[in-house]
């Protein structure tokens, strides 16, 4: 549902940050609209479906992705999951945290590529 009638929506209206990434089968690329919040050197995502989800898989096996967020585009590498303590650390407290009901212990975290 998410990847026919949400994720469409949600690029077309801009206001989402996009990630955009390469299949890790198939070779195609795809745009995927997340939660991404600027943190210090890159970026931090929420992993609402978990780690297993194909965008995550997709984005660790090619060791980076580009993210449009805020009017800009940036190149990210070395996605790495970290646990809800690192993340909230690296969250300023302006972000509200995930909601406890969602159970979601994992994040993705990448770096910003110098250019």
Same mark, same amino acid.
């Given at each position: 549902?998410?990847?026919?009638?949400?994720?469409?929506?949600?690029?077309?209206?801009?206001?989402?940050?996009? #990630?955009?990434?390469?299949?890790?089968?198939?070779?195609?690329?795809f745009?995927?609209?997340?939660?991404?919040?600027? +943190?210090?050197?890159?970026?931090?995502?929420?992993?609402?479906?978990?780690?297993?989800?194909?965008? +995550?898989?997709?984005?660790?096996?090619?060791?980076?992705?580009? #993210?449009?967020?805020?009017?800009?585009? +940036?190149?990210?590498a070395?996605?790495?999951?970290?646990?809800?303590?690192?993340?909230?650390?690296? #969250?300023?407290?302006?972000?509200?945290?995930?909601?406890? #009901?969602?159970?979601?212990?994992?994040?993705?975290?990448?770096?910003? +590529?110098?250019?």
């Open positions: 549902m998410n990847k026919r009638v949400f994720n469409p929506r949600a690029i077309a209206g801009g206001k989402w940050p996009v #990630l955009t990434h390469v299949g890790r089968i198939s070779g195609a690329t745009r995927t609209p997340l939660d991404a919040y600027p +943190v210090d050197g890159g970026y931090l995502f929420v992993l609402v479906y978990g780690s297993g989800s194909d965008w +995550v898989q997709n984005v660790l096996a090619a060791g980076g992705a580009r #993210l449009r967020a805020e009017g800009r585009e +940036v190149e990210l070395a996605p790495r999951l970290v646990g809800e303590d690192e993340a909230f650390r690296s #969250l300023s407290d302006e972000v509200a945290r995930p909601p406890r #009901l969602l159970r979601i212990t994992e994040f993705l975290r990448m770096d910003l +590529v110098a250019g």
